[in-house]
C-alpha cells in the first residue's frame, strides 16, 4: 500500500478499476515461537565463560562450508572490507531439512535482525538458528532499504549466461555447490539464501528489486545460534558490496574475505535457554507424505555415519566436534 491510498476509501488501479480499500492485516502476528526471550538469548550470547571454537576465512569470492552445533554460535564478520554473504543452513543429520527463507520472511520480515530466526521447510518447519548480535541494525531506510535479506536470491551462472550471453567466472550458486560436495550434498540441495550484509528493497512505485552497496563496515556482524546441528555453507559474493549492478564487471580490489568465528557458550547458560526453545519436537506428518521426506528428526548421533557414508572425502572433526575443511 503507498501512501496516497493509505488515506483513501478506494484504491485505482492503473487501468482505472476501483476496489475498495481494506485493512492490511499480517498473516502472521508475531506468534509466541517469533519471540525470543532476549534476556535468555542476550545471556548466552555474553556468557564470560564463551570459548572459541574455530576461526577461518572464507576468501574472497569462495565458499566454504562447515557444522555448527546445537548451542553454538556462529558469527560472520566483515574483517577487510564491506562484503556481502549468501548462506544455505540444513540439519547436519538430515540435508532435506533446509532453510526456508520464504517463511523466515513471512514470519519475521524481509530482512532480519537480532532476535530473528531462520526456520526450515516442510514437513519441518521449526526454527533453525536464532540470530543474536547483529551489529548494524540497520532498520529501514528512506528508500525502503534494509540489509540481511531474504528476499534476494544467489547470484547464478545460469542467469547470468542468459542476460548478458557470457558466462561467470564465478558465482554464489557455485561457491556452494563446490563448498557442500565434501558433505554429499549435489547443486540440487542449494537453497534460497540467507543474504547476509546485503543492503536490499523494493521500489516504492514500480516494487522491482534493488541493490544499494552494503553500510556493513570492519568490523560488523551478525552471528546467530544454531537451535540443532547444522550445516552451514557461506559464500563471500563475487559481487562485493553489491554497489556494481549484476552483470557489470567486478574488479577483485572491491571483493572480499568473510571471517567466520564458532563460538561455545556454557552448558549452563544453554540449558536456560533451550529450556524455553526446544525445537526438537517434531510435529506429526501428513498422512499423503512420503515417508522418506518425513523422516523423524535425529539429533546429534550419527554424525560419522552421515559423512563417512555419502561425503566425497572424509572431513576431519576438532575435539569440539566442528568440522573444518578446505583450509
Ligand atoms: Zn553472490
Given at each position: 500500500m503507498n501512501g496516497d491510498s493509505a488515506h483513501h476509501a478506494y484504491h485505482v488501479g492503473p487501468k482505472g478499476r476501483v476496489f475498495k480499500r481494506r485493512p492490511a492485516l499480517p498473516c502472521y502476528d508475531s506468534p509466541p515461537q517469533t519471540r525470543v526471550p532476549r534476556d535468555l538469548l542476550d545471556a548466552v550470547s555474553s556468557?564470560?565463560?564463551?570459548?572459541?571454537?574455530?576461526?577461518f576465512q572464507v576468501p574472497r569470492s569462495d565458499g566454504r562450508a562447515f557444522r555448527v552445533l546445537k548451542g553454538q554460535l556462529c558469527r560472520f564478520v566483515v574483517n577487510e572490507g564491506s562484503q556481502v554473504g549468501d548462506v544455505n543452513v540444513w540439519n547436519l543429520h538430515n540435508h532435506k531439512e533446509r532453510f526456508y527463507s520464504g517463511k523466515t520472511r513471512q514470519l519475521h520480515?524481509?530482512?532480519l535482525t537480532?532476535?530473528?530466526?531462520?526456520?526450515?521447510?516442510?514437513?519441518?518447519?521449526?526454527?533453525?538458528?536464532?540470530?543474536?548480535?547483529?551489529?548494524?541494525?540497520?532498520?529501514?531506510?528512506e528508500d525502503g532499504a534494509g540489509v540481511h535479506d531474504v528476499i534476494g536470491t544467489r547470484c547464478d551462472p545460469y542467469i547470468h549466461e542468459r542476460l548478458t550471453g557470457k558466462s561467470h567466472g564465478t558465482t554464489c550458486h557455485e561457491n556452494i555447490t563446490r563448498a557442500i560436495k565434501p558433505f554429499g550434498l549435489t547443486e540440487r540441495d542449494v537453497h534460497d539464501v540467507f543474504n547476509i550484509f546485503m543492503c536490499t528493497g523494493f521500489d516504492p512505485k514500480s516494487h522491482t528489486y534493488f541493490a544499494k552497496g552494503s553500510p556493513a563496515e570492519v568490523g560488523d556482524a551478525i552471528e546467530m545460534l544454531a537451535e540443532f546441528d547444522l550445516l552451514v555453507a557461506l559464500s563471500s559474493?563475487?559481487?562485493?558490496?553489491?554497489?556494481?549492478?549484476?552483470?557489470?564487471?567486478?574488479?577483485?580490489?572491491?571483493t572480499f574475505p568473510l571471517l567466520v568465528e564458532i563460538r561455545q557458550p556454557s552448558?549452563?547458560?544453554l540449558q536456560q535457554y533451550f529450556a524455553w526453545s526446544d525445537p526438537t519436537t517434531s510435529l506429526p506428518s501428513l498422512p499423503c507424505a512420503d515417508e522418506q521426506?518425513?523422516?523423524?528428526?535425529?539429533?546429534?548421533?550419527?554424525?560419522?555415519?552421515?559423512?563417512g557414508a555419502k561425503g566425497s572425502e572424509a572431513p576431519k572433526r576438532s575435539d569440539s566436534g566442528t568440522l573444518l575443511l578446505g583450509q
Amino acid at each position: 500500500m503507498n501512501g496516497d491510498s493509505a488515506h483513501h476509501a478506494y484504491h485505482v488501479g492503473p487501468k482505472g478499476r476501483v476496489f475498495k480499500r481494506r485493512p492490511a492485516l499480517p498473516c502472521y502476528d508475531s506468534p509466541p515461537q517469533t519471540r525470543v526471550p532476549r534476556d535468555l538469548l542476550d545471556a548466552v550470547s555474553s556468557d564470560p565463560d564463551m570459548q572459541l571454537v574455530a576461526s577461518f576465512q572464507v576468501p574472497r569470492s569462495d565458499g566454504r562450508a562447515f557444522r555448527v552445533l546445537k548451542g553454538q554460535l556462529c558469527r560472520f564478520v566483515v574483517n577487510e572490507g564491506s562484503q556481502v554473504g549468501d548462506v544455505n543452513v540444513w540439519n547436519l543429520h538430515n540435508h532435506k531439512e533446509r532453510f526456508y527463507s520464504g517463511k523466515t520472511r513471512q514470519l519475521h520480515a524481509s530482512h532480519l535482525t537480532a532476535y530473528d530466526r531462520l526456520w526450515s521447510c516442510m514437513p519441518f518447519e521449526r526454527p533453525m538458528a536464532t540470530i543474536t548480535v547483529d551489529t548494524i541494525a540497520y532498520g529501514w531506510d528512506e528508500d525502503g532499504a534494509g540489509v540481511h535479506d531474504v528476499i534476494g536470491t544467489r547470484c547464478d551462472p545460469y542467469i547470468h549466461e542468459r542476460l548478458t550471453g557470457k558466462s561467470h567466472g564465478t558465482t554464489c550458486h557455485e561457491n556452494i555447490t563446490r563448498a557442500i560436495k565434501p558433505f554429499g550434498l549435489t547443486e540440487r540441495d542449494v537453497h534460497d539464501v540467507f543474504n547476509i550484509f546485503m543492503c536490499t528493497g523494493f521500489d516504492p512505485k514500480s516494487h522491482t528489486y534493488f541493490a544499494k552497496g552494503s553500510p556493513a563496515e570492519v568490523g560488523d556482524a551478525i552471528e546467530m545460534l544454531a537451535e540443532f546441528d547444522l550445516l552451514v555453507a557461506l559464500s563471500s559474493c563475487p559481487q562485493g558490496d553489491v554497489s556494481i549492478p549484476c552483470g557489470q564487471p567486478v574488479p577483485d580490489s572491491v571483493t572480499f574475505p568473510l571471517l567466520v568465528e564458532i563460538r561455545q557458550p556454557s552448558q549452563a547458560t544453554l540449558q536456560q535457554y533451550f529450556a524455553w526453545s526446544d525445537p526438537t519436537t517434531s510435529l506429526p506428518s501428513l498422512p499423503c507424505a512420503d515417508e522418506q521426506d518425513a523422516a523423524p528428526l535425529v539429533e546429534r548421533d550419527g554424525l560419522g555415519a552421515v559423512l563417512g557414508a555419502k561425503g566425497s572425502e572424509a572431513p576431519k572433526r576438532s575435539d569440539s566436534g566442528t568440522l573444518l575443511l578446505g583450509q
